[in-house]
């Protein structure tokens, strides 16, 4: 019997998987949740009006697993695992249960990081589960008018675009840590055009906070911070995410950030393997571990464990980080590596930018950043937004990232043309690959 823990993204797509390649074997789901994969943006969603309720944002259907003969346990909480008997506990409706089995597979994800600031509290709220995201939007209805979001990655600014949505006259403050909002997930390009944005929608942001303290008054909530207090009547934070890894501690080998140290089929120890955001994972081009959470990273690791279970042996999976996200009427699409991962390689990474514009009617304009290794010329990130819908180019960058393309490649790729479609004779990545190069002959 194989047995998953954990019935998100990367459980339900290992047990498919593990199906898919084998339709006797015994497959058993274990979650602690009374529903299976909350799409944690949901909250943004329904802020947003695309939504009517969150259970709208739960993406898999019991029924469907049912029908691949798949079991599955909500409220099911493990509590305990012990590799070297094989079994694990499951906590249901009160009782403890002893399960054992002869794969086991931990999916239990991530945790939005708790505050040091938040201790003994419960003025901070989060979005992650679905019962935080309603905890969050039941406060929200009511009297609130000022909210401050504590982080401004890329959880806290679609969160305050979101909240902006929801309410035009909603005060919004963003406090990062960070000294520019997005540092860690975008060029200061990007995050530039993001913050005139903000500022436009009358959304106040602070950076290099440093949080001290946290009290509450009868009508408002105050953060101490270095540079002083900020006073609101709700708290929402929106931190990097970290590896849910309590309850694996002392039974595998975890990492200095809570990350399990796995093999590169990712299984621990002998019949335990680990998924998702659990982990920490190579950053293709650039060959270095980062933890990446991300759903198309987690349901990936779940087919590579699923086939190293079904012994084949020969899928791996390293992640060119693809994502889009949305702001302020912005979209943002990025993939591979960035300046900033330039401490972690042998060599220089170049950087080269400009605004080129879209094959539309209205030949959008976009920003476009590309990363380049400067000894061999080999792409290793391109970001870009624009006002109008790009999310379409998330694959395309990534593809031009994991098939090691050159500049000069990118240059004089034929990209398509057709003049019933939407398309230039030259598309804005060969435009983007010749500046480049122009700028190293000036040099
Ligand atoms: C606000 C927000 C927006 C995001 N937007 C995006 C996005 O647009 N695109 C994207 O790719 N990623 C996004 N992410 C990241 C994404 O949510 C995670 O990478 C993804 O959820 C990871 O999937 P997972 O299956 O590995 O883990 P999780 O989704 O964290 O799932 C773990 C599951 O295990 C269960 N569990 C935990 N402990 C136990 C236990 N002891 N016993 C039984 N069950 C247990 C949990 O209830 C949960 O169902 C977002 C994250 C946040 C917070």
């Given at each position: 019997?194989?047995?998953?823990?954990?019935?998100?993204?990367?459980?339900?797509?290992?047990?498919?998987?593990?199906?898919?390649?084998?339709?006797?074997?015994?497959?058993?789901?274990?979650?602690?949740?009374?529903?299976?994969?909350?799409?944690?943006?949901?909250?943004?969603?329904?802020?947003?009006?695309?939504?009517?309720?969150?259970?709208?944002?739960?993406?898999?259907?019991?029924?469907?697993?049912?029908?691949?003969?798949?079991?599955?346990?909500?409220?099911?909480?493990?509590?305990?695992?012990?590799?070297?008997?094989?079994?694990?506990?499951?906590?249901?409706?009160?009782?403890?249960?002893?399960?054992?089995?002869?794969?086991?597979?931990?999916?239990?994800?991530?945790?939005?990081?708790?505050l040091s600031l938040e201790r003994e509290t419960n003025l901070v709220y989060q979005?992650?589960?679905?019962?935080?995201?309603?905890?969050?939007?039941?406060k929200?209805?009511k009297d609130v008018s000022s909210v401050a979001v504590l982080g401004?990655?890329?959880?806290?600014?679609?969160?305050?675009?979101?909240?902006?949505?929801?309410?035009?006259?909603l005060e919004i403050t963003i406090l990062e840590k960070?000294?520019?909002?997005?540092?860690?997930?975008?060029?200061?390009?990007?995050?530039?055009?993001?913050?005139?944005?903000?500022?436009?929608?009358?959304?106040q942001l602070y950076?290099?906070i440093d949080f001290e303290s946290i009290q509450e008054d009868k009508s408002s909530t105050c953060i101490k911070t270095n540079q002083g207090t900020f006073e609101s009547d709700m708290i929402i934070k929106a931190?990097?995410?970290?590896?849910?890894?309590?309850?694996?501690?002392?039974?595998?080998?975890?990492?200095?950030?809570?990350?399990?140290?796995?093999?590169?089929?990712?299984?621990?120890?002998?019949?335990?393997?680990?998924?998702?955001?659990?982990?920490?994972?190579?950053?293709?081009?650039?060959?270095?571990?980062?933890?990446?959470?991300?759903?198309?990273?987690?349901?990936?690791?779940?087919?590579?464990?699923?086939?190293?279970?079904?012994?084949?042996?020969?899928?791996?999976?390293?992640?060119?980080?693809?994502?889009?996200?949305?702001?302020?009427?912005?979209?943002?699409?990025?993939?591979?590596?960035?300046?900033?991962?330039?401490?972690?390689?042998?060599?220089?990474?170049?950087?080269?930018?400009?605004?080129?514009?879209?094959?539309?009617?209205?030949?959008?304009?976009?920003?476009?950043?590309?990363?380049?290794?400067?000894?061999?010329?080999?792409?290793?990130?391109?970001?870009?937004?624009?006002?109008?819908?790009?999310?379409?180019?998330?694959?395309?960058?990534?593809?031009?990232?994991?098939?090691?393309?050159?500049?000069?490649?990118?240059?004089?790729?034929?990209?398509?043309?057709?003049?019933?479609?939407?398309?230039?004779?030259?598309?804005?990545?060969?435009?983007?690959?010749?500046?480049?190069?122009?700028?190293?002959?000036?040099?």
């Open positions: 019997m194989i047995v998953i823990i954990g019935g998100s993204f990367a459980g339900v797509q290992a047990a498919l998987e593990l199906r898919r390649l084998d339709k006797k074997q015994r497959i058993v789901i274990f979650e602690k949740e009374k529903y299976l994969g909350y799409v944690p943006n949901g909250l943004n969603e329904l802020l947003k009006g695309n939504i009517k309720k969150l259970e709208e944002a739960i993406l898999y259907d019991l029924s469907e697993l049912k029908s691949n003969q798949i079991e599955v346990h909500l409220s099911s909480e493990c509590t305990f695992v012990d590799p070297v008997n094989k079994q694990v506990t499951i906590l249901k409706e009160g009782h403890e249960m002893d399960i054992r089995y002869h794969q086991l597979i931990v999916a239990i994800g991530s945790i939005q990081r708790p979005t992650k589960t679905l019962a935080d995201a309603q905890r969050t939007f039941d929200l209805q401004g990655g890329i959880i806290g600014v679609e969160l305050a675009s979101a909240l902006r949505q929801f309410n035009p006259r960070f000294d520019y909002l997005l540092e860690l997930a975008v060029d200061r390009v990007i995050s530039d055009a993001i913050v005139e944005k903000l500022y436009n929608e009358n959304i950076t290099g931190p990097n995410l970290e590896p849910n890894h309590r309850m694996l501690e002392g039974v595998i080998a975890l990492d200095i950030d809570g990350s399990s140290i796995v093999n590169q089929g990712f299984q621990a120890v002998e019949s335990l393997y680990v998924l998702g955001d659990l982990l920490r994972l190579k950053l293709m081009p650039i060959k270095e571990k980062f933890y990446m959470p991300l759903i198309n990273n987690s349901v990936r690791t779940a087919l590579v464990v699923a086939n190293h279970i079904g012994g084949k042996n020969e899928l791996t999976f390293e992640s060119t980080k693809t994502n889009v996200f949305a702001a302020f009427g912005l979209t943002v699409v990025r993939s591979g590596a960035q300046k900033r991962n330039e401490r972690f390689t042998f060599y220089n990474i170049d950087k080269c930018s400009g605004v080129y514009c879209l094959p539309d009617e209205n030949r959008s304009n976009l920003y476009v950043v590309i990363f380049v290794r400067e000894d061999t010329h080999e792409i290793l990130g391109i970001q870009a937004a624009s006002e109008v819908d790009i999310s379409c180019f998330a694959d395309l960058f990534s593809i031009i990232i994991r098939g090691k393309l050159s500049v000069e490649e990118l240059a004089t790729h034929d990209f398509f043309f057709h003049a019933a479609y939407p398309s230039k004779v030259t598309h804005f990545l060969n435009e983007l690959a010749l500046d480049y190069l122009d700028k190293q002959k000036e040099h």
